[in-house]
């Protein structure tokens, strides 16, 4: 099965942020990347997607996605940054179909499966956090790339906002590698098939989230946490 594989170091001038960072991803599994702050997170996802130049490798199915020029890169992966505030008063419409400029992708396609194709000749500086949420992650399907990474979806969402993207992208991974930077630990527990723990640039823990212990967890945040199991989910208390 094609496989994103990575591992990259990366220095902003002297400071080395991240130190080879390392994991694999593959359709049918949605994978975390979780961490304290500053640990390096929102760097790894820049550094796959290109728009920093690591050292070491980032491949998708066999092809090196760091030598490929930034259109051909956009046929492999797509990626939707941290959400501000939309720039430009586009229609729902015109922001979504930005994302097709590499690859011509489908922009009815990308918005139905948000829920936004009936919102498309709405302007995008009107809808909620959580709608510009959905009209980011419709941007980035629109380039239907196989691979899918997110930094923080759910950061400002009210939790059945995050709860709807949590649970679309359990739908998305059956058909893309989807990789998601969280910090909400309970979202992450929830939903990942597979979590990586980074911290200070390197990768800590990796593992199945059923595997995932207390004492790793404090070891990385700094404070005793406990997991504890409510109605068959994992959740994490303080
Ligand atoms: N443009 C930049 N120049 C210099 N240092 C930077 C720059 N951007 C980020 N950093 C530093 O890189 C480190 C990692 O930042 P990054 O945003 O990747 O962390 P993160 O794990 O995503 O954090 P958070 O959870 O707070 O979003 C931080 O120490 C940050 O200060």
Redesign the pocket.
């Known amino acids: 099965m094609p496989e994103l594989s990575v591992e990259v170091s990366f220095s902003?001038?002297r400071?080395r942020?991240?130190e080879g960072a390392s994991f694999s991803a593959r359709k049918g599994e949605l994978l975390s990347i979780i961490?304290?702050?500053?640990?390096?997170?929102?760097?790894?996802l820049?550094c796959i997607v290109g728009i920093l130049r690591p050292t070491g490798r980032v491949s998708y199915d066999g092809v090196d996605l760091l030598a490929l020029k930034p259109r051909e890169r956009a046929c492999y992966v797509a990626y939707v940054p941290?959400s501000s505030f939309p720039e430009f008063a586009f229609t729902v419409e015109e922001f979504v179909e930005m994302g097709t400029y590499a690859t011509g992708g489908d922009v009815r396609d990308a918005l139905e499966r948000v829920g936004l194709w009936e919102r498309r000749g709405e302007l995008i500086t009107r809808l909620s956090g959580g709608e510009y949420q959905l009209a980011l992650i419709a941007r980035a399907l629109a380039q239907g790339s196989d691979v899918l990474l997110l930094?923080?979806p759910t950061s400002h969402l009210d939790v059945n906002h995050a709860v709807s993207i949590m649970e679309l992208l359990e739908e998305l991974k059956e058909e893309k590698v989807v990789v998601t930077?969280l910090?909400d630990l309970n979202l992450a527990l929830q939903y990942s098939d597979r979590i990586v723990i980074?911290r200070e640039?390197r990768v800590f823990w990796e593992g199945r989230r059923e595997e995932l212990e207390e004492n790793v967890l404090g070891a990385v945040y700094g404070i005793p946490l406990r997991i504890r199991e409510v109605e068959g989910r994992l959740v994490v208390v303080p």
């Open positions: 902003y001038g400071k942020i991240l961490g304290p702050n500053g640990a390096g997170k929102s760097t790894l820049k941290q930094d923080e930077v910090h980074l640039g």
